[in-house]
């Protein structure tokens, strides 16, 4: 793996774990309120494009993750 | 499981034992299959119970095969067991699926005093007898007797009785986890030291918890647990609370796990509306070898079972309540998490199973897509994403650990033709009576899986369940067979019977619904479930203290006083290194506060640090360079077998022997 990828993985690691800690908070969220009577159609939109949009990040991390590991082994 | 009985691997093919014993089973399977077509053709029916079942011929067919590749005790019996249980489900299909309920089933109120009078007497003959052999080490064999009796009348109890209102079961459920508790304290408490390899560690972990009353380990200690300390905190709480001693406390997440089996009644009752089966699903799950297994070798584990049994209950049982149990969910989900690393990966498989089994139980039985789903896409994802997260922690960094080994077992462990057959050892035959009361569960799990899978019983719950089983079966047998260990497929098990031992005592029902009179009845259940309970307490995984049936190469987790003194011994008298074998090793150095090194036998899939085994040359000349005294036990695993390893007897001087045990110069 070139290693200004490796660079960023390291300076970025705060941000990733910013960011899928704001994704576990909004699917925490969105499990409880989904029973609740304040959830609608409109909501639930938006809690979609939120999870999916943080979800496709964290997949990125770990697929990076995982090409760090092997590229070192 | 099947990589155990091959530590040391091979390059023969299977002798002519297995070859010769396959074609026979695979002929006999044949014919089977003619006549299985034969009665289809008859009943000219299709139905997806009975498609189902010839799928199960089929994969027997198929597992039988591969004995001609490699064959272990698994292998021989699961494929002939898989194809009779299917053919069985298809001769007496009408039979089973007739409607019954054993609630309705009378027998005189004297009969059930009789049974009830024996359950106590079996229950106080346990009680003298725990407290008689205290101090010896050995639990006899009429003491297991003595405990399948036991269950035995319970099963009747359950059986016959007319369930008239709550208080009826709760006696029941008294009697199973009261029965339970003295089997597994009967094991636990044969040692004053922890029983197994890992529960030293955790030992150690949870008093370095309560002496420095924070989430901290002593200096030098692994900081693995660092990231998974909840089984340590929950036993430390009980030490701080309850003041109990640390073994007393480790034990009190054994009871935890056996309480926990309330739920697996709570799910059956959910998913079958019966009573009788709901109880003996508990009474399965209570007497089957991984459970007991589990709470005996208390490990982070042992605890995330039992909150994966309660979570299993939040995700499948939420209808009234929905918000309640969603809040528990995720708090169960964020504590598996923190317990334990491959508990938490057999609930992302299992969330991943319950919600396609959602979407393809509505394909295959054409229900209204309209209905709610069990499980939300959401909670999925918060379990992959909640999981991954705390792996990659960069203090301690599970997922690197995986990867790593992941890796290593696909480039270098990939050697599924290479495997040694069964036949090697001599007493290899013998280990299959180890699996007998395995061999009964999955019988009665086919029959009741094929059960419930007809458009008669099934429901999307139950569907949910048998993909989760079916899921955590493949990787449990498939992941294995092609020489990927570090997932440890060998502790799954105790996760997939809390589903699948459902559909056991659903098979187990059906199948006694088949005698025709009450007295039949009985004496099925007692038989049944004596034979089963017996061959189960007594296996190698739930009973290590007293081995039955494997004789000279059955080995014990557990350390003596004899053992301890000898230890003491050799630290007052030698200032130089003390080496041992593996096992022993971390437990000396816990015992005598000083650095012990071990020889290795073998390399671990896990670990990242890949040691080598040295010859026989090397390892004298390292013992002699070294002056060194090894501690070898006798009744080890072979893989740490020093002695069998290198010839310990012929090379060096015996100066300590304790009978299991000896001390090397």
């Known amino acids: 793996m070139p290693d200004n990828i490796i660079n960023s993985l390291t300076i970025f690691s705060e941000f990733n774990n910013i960011m899928i800690e704001i994704l576990i908070i909004i699917l925490f969220l969105k499990e409880i309120l989904l029973e609740s009577k304040i959830w609608s159609k409109r909501l639930n939109n938006l809690f979609n494009i939120a999870i999916w949009s943080l979800f496709v990040y964290f997949c990125i991390v770990i697929i990076l993750k995982i090409l760090h590991i092997i590229g070192k082994t | ?665």
């Open chain 2, 1 to 665: 499981m099947i990589l155990s009985d091959n530590e040391e691997g091979g390059n023969l093919l299977p002798t002519s034992f297995p070859i010769r014993g396959t074609l026979i089973l695979i002929t006999l399977i044949l014919i089977l299959i003619i006549v299985i077509a034969q009665i289809l053709n008859k009943k000219n029916l299709l139905s997806i119970d009975r498609l189902f079942a010839l799928v199960g011929v089929l994969l027997g067919l198929f597992i039988t095969g591969l004995n001609l590749l490699y064959s272990n005790k698994y292998l021989i019996t699961l494929g002939p067991l898989i194809t009779a249980a299917s053919f069985f489900y298809i001769v007496f299909q009408d039979k089973l699926l007739k409607e019954n309920t054993s609630t309705g089933i009378h027998i005189s109120a004297r009969h059930q005093k009789i049974i009830n009078i024996l359950y106590w007497i079996c229950t106080l003959a346990i009680i003298i007898m725990i407290y008689w052999q205290q101090g010896l080490y050995i639990r006899p064999l009429f003491f297991f007797i003595i405990v399948s009796i036991d269950v035995s009348t319970i099963g009747l109890q359950i059986t016959f009785s007319k369930y008239k209102n709550n208080f009826e079961i709760s006696k029941i459920i008294f009697k199973i986890l009261l029965l339970s508790l003295l089997l597994k304290a009967s094991a636990f408490f044969i040692s004053p030291y922890p029983i197994g390899i890992d529960p030293w560690s955790h030992e150690q972990h949870i008093q370095d918890i309560i002496h420095y009353s924070q989430i901290q380990f002593r200096p030098g200690a692994d900081p693995y647990y660092l990231s998974y300390p909840l089984m340590h905190v929950f036993a430390a709480s009980f030490n701080i609370v309850g003041n109990l001693s640390t073994k007393e406390s480790m034990f009190m997440i054994g009871f935890t796990l056996t309480l926990s089996t309330i739920f697996v009644f709570l799910i059956s009752k959910k998913i079958t509306k019966r009573p009788d089966i709901a109880l003996l699903s508990m009474l399965l799950i209570n007497f089957a070898e991984f459970n007991i297994q589990w709470s005996v070798q208390i490990i982070a584990m042992s605890y995330a079972i039992s909150i994966y049994t309660i979570l299993l209950y939040t995700l499948l049982g939420k209808q009234k309540n929905p918000l309640i149990f969603k809040c528990f969910s995720l708090m169960y989900l964020v504590i598996i998490v923190w317990a334990h690393t491959a508990s938490s990966f057999i609930l992302i498989l299992s969330t991943i199973a319950i919600y396609s089994s959602d979407i393809i139980y509505r394909h295959i039985y054409l229900i209204d897509q309209k209905e709610k789903h069990i499980l939300s896409y959401t909670f999925v994802i918060a379990s992959i994403v909640l999981t991954f997260f705390h792996w990659i922690n960069p203090y301690y960094s599970f997922f690197d650990l995986i990867m790593n080994g992941l890796n290593y077992s696909v480039s270098n462990e990939l050697g599924f033709l290479n495997r040694e057959p069964i036949t090697d050892h001599a007493s290899e035959n013998i280990q299959i009576l180890d699996i007998v009361g395995f061999l009964i569960y999955n019988l009665f799990g086919i029959i009741g899986t094929l059960c419930i899978l007809s458009r008669k019983y099934i429901n999307n719950e139950n569907f949910a369940l048998f993909f989760v089983f079916t899921g955590l079966f493949f990787m449990f047998f498939g992941f294995p067979l092609f020489g990927i260990s570090n997932n440890e497929p060998y502790r799954w098990p105790a996760f997939i019977y809390v589903s699948y031992l459902i559909f056991a005592s659903v098979g187990f029902t059906k199948i006694i619904s088949l005698s025709s009179s009450n007295s039949q009845k009985a004496i099925l259940v007692f038989f049944i479930l004596f034979v089963s309970s017996f061959f189960m307490i007594t296996n190698s995984h739930a009973n290590i203290d007293s081995p039955k049936y494997r004789g000279e190469i059955d080995y014990k987790y557990f350390i003596k006083e004899s053992e301890l003194e000898l230890v003491k011994n050799i630290d007052e008298l030698l200032e130089g290194y003390l080496t041992s074998d593996a096992y022993m090793s971390e437990r000396i150095s816990q015992i005598t506060e000083r650095d012990v090194r071990y020889i290795p036998t073998k390399v671990h899939p896990m670990s990242s640090n890949q040691e080598t085994i040295m010859d026989q040359d090397q390892c004298l000349d390292y013992i002699r360079n070294n002056k060194i005294a090894v501690l070898c036990r006798l009744d080890v695993e072979r893989k740490y077998d020093l002695r069998k390893t290198y010839g310990f007897d012929q090379l060096l001087n015996c100066i300590y022997d304790v009978g299991t045990a000896k001390i090397y110069m």
